[in-house]
């Protein structure tokens, strides 16, 4: 299945090619959760802080449907 | 509230002068009070465009003291602040900037006993602090409250900024339900180009004259992105999660 998939503030380092907020098209296998979807992508899970599916919050064990629009942010927590 | 003085008039006159502001939301604004959380790398200008806007009442909470590192972003504290409490220095500018505004301030750090007292008092708080525990306790008080809160953060590059309005779209805990692992760098390890800041900042102070004037639309379901190294701005819209921990 498609996925679209955008990396935030730093992560994009991880993925060779990504640039912020830009959308990023993946195949990945149907039942694929977000955080094998996160592995796959090479990201250390312990850097992303939030994973947002189609605009709502997601847990790392979230199924991932086709067509899902999924966007990762690490902490972006400095003031 | 009385009519504004020649000085007044002057001072604020490219205020008056915009479509939906006037002399009303002028006075408006000299009414307005509100809480910035936080004198540093986003409280600077917040703080700054506030006090110049001629926003009546502001107060600032900040617990530390001025740090030689601070001074590459933190706009509102000098070489010669060095070793002072941050609120202090921040409201010398800020009084000599307008002397219209009164500044009040709270050299602490936010707490659960404190948080309610100290939000009641404004209108709208905004979140220049540098930790998600202190976030959240704003969340979850304004919340409480109804008070409306917008949320900024910062990282290297990168910054974004929402408005959580009660009762209407998402709050931060529907983004972030956690406090992150506090293994994951930030900006002290990670480093924040100083102007990043001054451009969330400088929006977060944009959004609350908007919510003060009753004027425009706020970043509400909306989490605006930014990164400086592209110079890109991306917005990502954000519902309400139905299992967040706060608002649900
Ligand atoms: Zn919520």
Partial sequence: MRLEVRVFSGLEKYIPGARFGRSIEVERPEGITVAELVDSLGIPRSQVFTVLVNGRHAAMDAVLQP????????????? | MKELTWEQQKRYQRN??????????????????????GAGGLGSPVAYYLAAAGVGRLGLVDADVVDLS????????????????????ARDKLVALNPDVQVEVFPERLSAAS??????????????????????????????????????????FAGQVMTVMPGAGPCLRCIFPHEPDPHVPGCAELGVLGAVPGVIGTIQATEAIKYLLGLGDLLVGRLLTYDALSMTFYEVSIDRDSGCPACS
Avoid at chain 2, 16 to 37: A, H, M, N
Avoid at chain 2, 70 to 87: A, E, Y
């Fill in chain 2, 115 to 156: 948080a309610v007292s100290l939000i009641e008092r404004y209108d709208i708080v905004v979140d220049c602090t540098d930790n998600f525990a202190t976030r959240f306790l704003l969340n979850e008080t304004c919340l409480r409250l109804g008070k409306p809160f917008i949320y900024g953060g910062v990282l290297a």
């Fill in chain 2, 70 to 89: 601070n001074l590459q972003r933190q706009i509102l504290h000098r070489t010669g602040d060095i070793g002072r409490p941050k609120v202090e220095s």
């Fill in chain 2, 16 to 37: 008056i002068l915009l479509p939906g502001v006037g002399i009303e939301g002028q006075k408006k604004l000299l009414r307005g009070g509100v809480l910035v959380v």
């Fill in chain 1, 67 to 79: 067509g899902d629009r999924v966007s990762l942010f690490p902490p972006v927590g400095g003031g």
